[in-house]
């Protein structure tokens, strides 16, 4: 099967689909560009570690400037990478994600609509989804992307570390004024996600660098797929791997503490993803390795975070195991799907109006509107059908398929090895997050920045590797008409001299 990617286009973001892209010169040498560190570097550092200011004491005072701080930053970028636009191809998703804004624009006119917190709304869906108008054109080098995946790591590796502290000494690692916000909305907020360790003393679930009892769960997921991926790439030494395995275990362990099953669920199915796809690309024995490893490092973990944990955390999970995962959504988030779908979706068909559930409600949110309260919302599905209806599952959803299907062909049809090898990561972590939607509004969180961010981020890379390769054709055959026009001048010299 033959593919190329999609021509440029005079248009300052042109929407062609990456559809049909295979890739050929697996072998061929194209030299990088030397990429120094930039912005790039510095918003994933806003993304990941923004949480280490709440542990400044007073700086709860300020607590929604922080909080808003990664959000503003991707809105920023996209603003600024606007206004200098190379005008070069876009993942498909984009036009997905531009139908997308129309549709919550659209909606501000419904009469339910909240306007102070629909407007918040739409701006909030744009900063999330922006990294994929903007990434693309800041990573344009293997080498970036590996340098992004690693950072990436690292960080999450920082947080989910701290977690696991916070839960052996929590008057030491526990930001001050901890889960200020909560309280003041629920005075029993914490206690509720508090629970009682081996030794008889109160655990709170690890919030890692953020001040919300387990959030420290993103992290150790993130933690793992990573750590076990980055292990395996390329010749690494042994010191590397096993501090690679390290840090996987200590993320593993976070999440356990934090109980969060389907996080818990999501991170042993992305792994899983991740040795699949590695077998389909004929890496058969590095594929069983990974799996086998993995299952280990999950068991180890296990035991490790049950001594601290006790029999409340052992518990938790082995009723999931009892019970079996499936069943246990159904008594718990399923109950939330089948709402969704059996009720929510006749009655708001085209949506509900904006501005009716999430944290834009409870802070831009009209308490006069009693004729349309705010929702409850614990589920993406139910979001997205609030916010839009039947067509925002249509369009939002259309640019998940488009992201996992550029994702996957690259993965499998890659221009080299090391690119099948990032995208092989890129889509573990794209069908992980994709997962969670059924366990919670993650497309309005950071996990959404961080899903269209290494999907850009791989598209750009991916994208000056083969515009390179086309540069470097042309120049061969510039070359080879000029080595043919000089053998002609040649050769008719000898035939004038021949016929003097």
């Known amino acids: 099967m033959s593919h190329q990617w999609p021509p440029s286009s005079a248009l300052p973001y042109p929407l062609e689909a990456e559809a049909d892209v295979a890739f050929t010169d697996q072998?061929?040498?194209?030299?990088?560009?030397?990429?120094?560190?930039?912005?790039?570097?510095?918003?994933?550092?806003?993304?990941?570690?923004?949480?280490?200011?709440?542990?400044?004491?007073?700086?709860?005072?300020v607590r929604v400037y922080i909080r808003a701080l990664p959000y503003v930053s991707s809105l920023g970028a996209l603003i600024f990478y606007m206004q200098r636009s190379s005008g070069g191809p876009l993942p498909a998703s984009c036009r997905w994600l531009i139908a997308v804004f129309g549709l919550l624009a659209l909606n501000l006119l419904h009469q339910e609509t909240h306007l102070s917190a629909g407007i918040a709304q739409v701006i909030f869906q744009i900063s999330i989804a922006a990294p994929m108008f903007w990434v693309t054109q800041t990573v344009r080098s293997e080498?970036?992307?590996?340098?992004?995946?690693?950072?990436?790591?690292?960080?999450?590796?920082?947080?989910?570390?701290?977690?696991?502290?916070?839960?052996?000494?929590?008057?030491?690692?526990?930001?001050?004024?901890?889960?200020?916000?909560?309280r003041a909305l629920n005075p029993v907020f914490v206690d509720t996600l508090t629970y009682v360790g081996a030794d008889g003393r109160q655990i709170i679930r690890p919030p890692g660098l953020s001040d919300l009892p387990g959030g420290a769960a993103i992290s150790?997921?993130?933690?793992?797929?990573?750590?076990?991926?980055?292990?395996?790439?390329?010749?690494?030494?042994?010191?590397?791997?096993?501090?690679?395995?390290?840090?996987?275990?200590?993320?593993?362990?976070?999440?356990?503490?934090?109980?969060?099953?389907?996080?818990?669920?999501?991170?042993?199915?992305?792994?899983?993803?991740?040795?699949?796809?590695?077998?389909?690309?004929?890496?058969?024995?590095?594929?069983?390795?990974?799996?086998?490893?993995?299952?280990?490092?999950?068991?180890?973990?296990?035991?490790?975070?049950?001594?601290?944990?006790?029999?409340?955390?052992?518990?938790?999970?082995?009723?999931?195991?009892?019970?079996?995962?499936?069943?246990?959504?159904?008594?718990?988030?399923?109950?939330?799907?089948?709402?969704?779908?059996?009720?929510?979706?006749?009655?708001?068909?085209?949506?509900?109006?904006?501005?009716?559930?999430?944290?834009?409600?409870?802070?831009?949110?009209?308490?006069?509107?009693w004729q349309a309260p705010p929702i409850h919302v614990e589920i993406q599905m139910t979001g997205w059908l609030l916010d839009g209806g039947l067509l925002m599952w249509v369009c939002y959803g259309g640019a998940l398929v488009s992201a996992l299907r550029f994702g996957y062909l690259v993965a499998i049809h890659g221009v080299s090895d090391s690119f099948q090898y990032f995208a092989t990561i890129v889509l573990a972590l794209q069908v992980t997050i994709i997962g969670l939607c059924f366990t919670g509004p993650v497309f309005n969180t950071q996990l959404g920045i961080e899903f269209w961010t290494i999907t850009a981020a791989l598209f750009g890379a991916a994208q000056a590797w083969q515009e390179g390769g086309a540069e470097e054709k042309e120049e061969k055959e510039e070359k080879g008409e000029r080595e043919r026009g000089e053998d002609g001048e040649d050769g008719r010299d000898g035939r004038d001299g021949k016929e003097a």
């Not at 120094?36 to 400044?56: K, R, S, Y």
């Open 220 to 369: 150790g997921l993130t933690t793992m797929v990573l750590g076990v991926a980055l292990a395996v790439h390329g010749h690494r030494t042994r010191i590397v791997r096993a501090s690679c395995f390290g840090a996987a275990a200590v993320g593993m362990t976070a999440l356990y503490l934090t109980q969060v099953r389907s996080l818990t669920v999501m991170t042993v199915l992305g792994v899983l993803i991740f040795a699949g796809v590695r077998l389909r690309q004929g890496r058969v024995v590095q594929g069983g390795w990974i799996a086998i490893a993995s299952v280990g490092l999950v068991a180890a973990s296990f035991m490790w975070a049950a001594t601290l944990g006790g029999e409340a955390l052992s518990k938790r999970f082995s009723e999931l195991m009892e019970t079996g995962f499936f069943a246990t959504f159904q008594e718990n988030r399923g109950l939330f799907l089948q709402y969704t779908l059996n009720e929510l979706l006749f009655k708001y068909p085209w949506g509900a109006g904006l501005g009716r559930w999430g944290m834009m409600q409870v802070y831009f949110g009209d308490a006069s509107m």
């Open 143 to 182: 080498a970036r992307f590996l340098r992004l995946l690693w950072l990436i790591f690292a960080a999450s590796f920082v947080s989910a570390a701290v977690g696991v502290l916070q839960a052996y000494f929590p008057d030491r690692f526990l930001p001050p004024e901890f889960s200020a916000l909560g």
């Open 27 to 61: 072998d061929r040498s194209c030299p990088e560009p030397v990429e120094g560190w930039g912005w790039i570097e510095l918003f994933i550092a806003i993304q990941l570690l923004w949480g280490l200011l709440l542990f400044v004491p007073g700086m709860q005072a």
